[in-house]
């Protein structure tokens, strides 16, 4: 499954972005869909994640509250719903699908290519 993220942009704090996670090649409704963010000269850390039927959800302490992660399985896309953004939100964010243990980024199979999220003080 090829995965492509969208969405990202510059916005100042305390507003909102939508990001997009799109799949193609295969149904994405097979997968759960997860975010990460890697900020500059920093690792890649995980955001939140859907199961397959988006009933359950997860999120990182840093989000939980101010971000929400949904899915349209019938469009084929993930969402990333971001209010309250901070200026500590600022990152490249990622989404994958198929991973096992959620958190880790090492046990997701298939990434997108990243969308970048700049958040202004």
């Known amino acids: 499954v090829q995965l492509q993220a969208s969405g990202g942009g510059l916005v100042q704090a305390g507003g909102s972005l939508r990001l997009s996670c799109s799949a193609s090649?295969?149904?994405?409704?097979?997968?759960?869909v997860g975010w990460f963010r890697q900020a500059a000269g920093k690792e890649r850390n995980f955001v939140a994640a859907?199961?397959?039927?988006?009933?359950?959800?997860y999120y990182a302490d840093s989000v939980e509250g101010r971000f929400t992660i949904s899915r349209d399985n019938a469009k084929n896309t993930v969402y990333l719903q971001m209010n309250s953004l901070k200026p500590e939100d600022t990152a490249v964010y990622y989404c994958?699908?198929?991973?096992?243990?959620?958190?880790?980024?090492?046990?997701?199979?298939?990434w997108g290519q990243g969308t970048q999220v700049t958040v202004s003080s």
């Open positions: 090649g295969r149904s994405l409704s097979s997968y759960a």
């Open positions: 859907v199961g397959r039927s988006g009933v359950s959800t």
């Open positions: 994958a699908a198929d991973g096992i243990r959620l958190s880790q980024p090492t046990d997701w199979h298939y």
